[in-house]
């Protein structure tokens, strides 16, 4: 599947990853830190406002979407990771959702709830006391 990101306006920096580590722990930047500037790139007018209304802490207030992937060892297949999960959330976001039409319940399962209102009424009546 091609990219809808063009790889010169993402910003892709190496920081060491959390965690507990083995002997390069201190040594390697194997994490990644991608940033991409919505507001700059040249996504589709319609998909930079759904980026930026993004909830969570991943757009800064100047419209930087910032991702961080250090789950796996090598710093290549973190890049990868990182620009996987951003296409993903592109993606999700450029898709229009169909408009929801409002619908009206049919005459047959309003007379289903008429009669199963009654019947409960009619149980909650006989809990009262007997009249003689």
Do not use: C, W
Not at 27 to 51: G, Q, T
Not at 86 to 106: F, G, I, M, N, Y
């Amino acid at each position: 599947m091609p990219s809808l990101i063009n790889e010169a306006e993402v910003e892709v920096t190496a920081i060491r990853a959390q965690g507990p580590g083995g002997q390069n722990v201190n040594k390697v930047s194997s994490a990644v830190h991608l940033r991409f500037d919505i507001r700059a790139s040249s996504l589709a007018p319609y998909v930079k406002e759904r980026l930026l209304a993004l909830s969570g802490r991943r757009v800064t207030k100047e419209g930087v979407l910032i991702l961080k992937a250090q789950s796996a060892r090598t710093q290549e297949q973190n890049r990868a990771l990182a620009m996987a999960r951003l296409d993903a959330l592109v993606a999700e976001v450029s898709q229009v959702q169909a408009p929801r039409r409002a619908t009206k319940p049919t005459h047959g399962s309003k007379l289903r709830r008429l009669k199963a209102k009654a019947v409960r009424s009619q149980v909650k009546s006989d809990r009262g006391k007997v009249q003689e």
